[in-house]
């Protein structure tokens, strides 16, 4: 079958293409009656992102399935159980409750009946963030490749799993059919936030194409679209850090994402939380802040919050339990947890409840939350770069702590991911001084 690549770097146009070439794909009468395009992706967060894209498209109105590859395994090593080998099972067991059901998937897609048998529903394949498979999704697409019509994006750059070599799958993508590269940046026009970029990308000193500027003493480097600057801060004193970041924000037009490689950091958290509450005044009188934001969580991070302040007792009847989290039941994932209990009470009987079976109610609300699309958040936001990829925004700041961590090859991609999310303006704010003559900002 047909293997069309796209291959480019960030903001270039990859899902763009991906998608326009799967619309030319299905005008040309690739899907008959009751077939459907199979769009898969590593994370949810870009499921989602190609799922809005696709829904966008006349074209594959109702004619679409977007799904993660962890879904899309379940899925086949449900449907297709009988033909599950005692080791096959014992194969997957050893691996992870995500990873095992991707090898099964992966040993079933060898039989040429079950491809088949996938390629009737889904002749054609889009796979999004491709760079992101792991060797157990990668036999997935490869079980896939004979028997269905592929079209994926990639770029080997973007993968942000410290250590994990993408040589074997980019050559096998590169090799699978017919590689589109994919040059000219369309994200952005801005000059100095294009050559900081391609500086990272390319291991080069970030400072020699930017222009140094010194003001009160602090340097800072700048370019259109661009700045690079550090500040002092310490856990004793994180004000430096806050100002840094409130100030930046008062410059820009529109929402600011903040982004960083560890939301954990101590000195970022409390600097965030000043930026929440606090007003400065210039020498001129002027004022700006504060700037309420709000964090954009992993969905544990997220069922970890909603549950911090909650001391779940280890056994509880129904009663008790909804009497502890009705006040909180302004939250939905709390709410449909109760909601949970009660048809379990109802219908089956159950009148106590463990503290896992709460949390665990909770959790999978988030992620069915999150997999829809409801935990929309408006203004400013704060993010991890993990979370932020595949995604972009007019303004970015970016928190560059010590606490970063990886090997230089990783943290330039960090880097990287985070300067590029940016459509308008990037500012990279270094926790600390003279940090900037190492990686990822210099060879």
Same mark, same amino acid.
């Given at each position: 079958m047909t293997f069309d690549f796209f291959e480019g770097a960030a903001g270039t146009g990859k899902t763009h293409n991906l998608v326009g070439c799967a619309g030319e794909i299905v005008q040309g009468g690739v899907l008959g009656d009751g077939h459907k395009l199979l769009a898969l992706t590593f994370m949810n967060g870009a499921r989602r992102r190609l799922d809005a894209r696709l829904g966008e498209n006349p074209a594959f109105r109702r004619r679409f399935d977007c799904q993660t590859f962890d879904v899309f395994a379940r899925t086949l090593a449900a449907r297709r159980r009988s033909l599950i080998t005692p080791a096959m099972q014992t194969q997957a067991d050893a691996l992870s409750e995500f990873d095992g059901p991707c090898a099964l998937a992966a040993s079933l897609l060898e039989n040429e009946s079950v491809r088949q048998w996938v390629a009737r529903s889904f002749p054609l394949v889009l796979v999004d963030e491709a760079q992101d498979l792991d060797e157990h999704r990668m036999r997935v697409l490869?079980?896939?490749?004979?028997?269905?019509?592929?079209?994926?994006?990639?770029?080997?750059?973007?993968?942000?799993?410290?250590?994990?070599?993408t040589a074997p799958l980019m050559g096998w993508l590169e090799g699978a059919g017919q590689t589109h590269r994919l040059t000219q940046v369309r994200r952005t026009t801005q000059q100095g936030l294009l050559a900081a970029a391609l500086a990272v990308r390319e291991g080069r000193d970030v400072k020699t194409v930017l222009t140094a500027n010194t003001f009160n003493n602090r340097t800072s480097w700048n370019g259109a679209g661009f700045r690079l600057q550090d500040a002092a801060a310490t856990q004793a004193n994180t004000g430096l850090l806050a100002w840094a970041i409130a100030n930046d924000m008062a410059q820009r037009q529109g929402p600011v994402?903040?982004? &960083?490689?560890?939301?954990?950091? =101590?000195?970022?958290?409390?600097?965030? =939380?000043?930026?929440? &509450?606090?007003?400065w005044q210039r020498n001129n009188g002027a004022t700006f802040g504060p700037y309420p934001h709000s964090w954009d969580r992993h969905d544990n991070e997220e069922a970890n919050a909603l549950l911090a302040d909650i001391a779940l007792p280890e056994t509880a009847s129904y009663a008790d339990l909804r009497a502890l989290l009705t006040p909180l039941a302004g939250n939905a994932p709390i709410a449909q947890a109760i909601s949970r209990m009660d048809r379990l009470r109802r219908a089956h009987g159950q009148a106590s409840f463990t503290a896992a079976q709460v949390t665990e109610f909770v959790r999978e609300s988030v992620r069915n939350r999150s997999r829809l699309g409801f935990r929309q958040q408006r203004g400013h936001l704060v993010m991890t770069i993990q979370r932020a990829k595949n995604r972009e925004f007019p303004n970015v700041i970016v928190l560059w702590p010590h606490t970063a961590t990886g090997s230089a090859e990783h943290l330039r991609r960090l880097l990287y991911n985070g300067i590029t999310r940016a459509q308008n303006h990037c500012t990279v704010i270094v926790l600390g001084q003279n940090r900037m003559n190492a990686p990822p900002f210099a060879p």
């Open positions: 490869q079980g896939l490749a004979p028997s269905c019509r592929i079209v994926a994006a990639a770029d080997a750059f973007q993968c942000l799993h410290n250590g994990r070599d994402v903040i982004l &960083t490689p560890d939301g954990s950091n =101590a000195i970022i958290r409390a600097a965030l =939380a000043t930026v929440q &509450t606090r007003q």
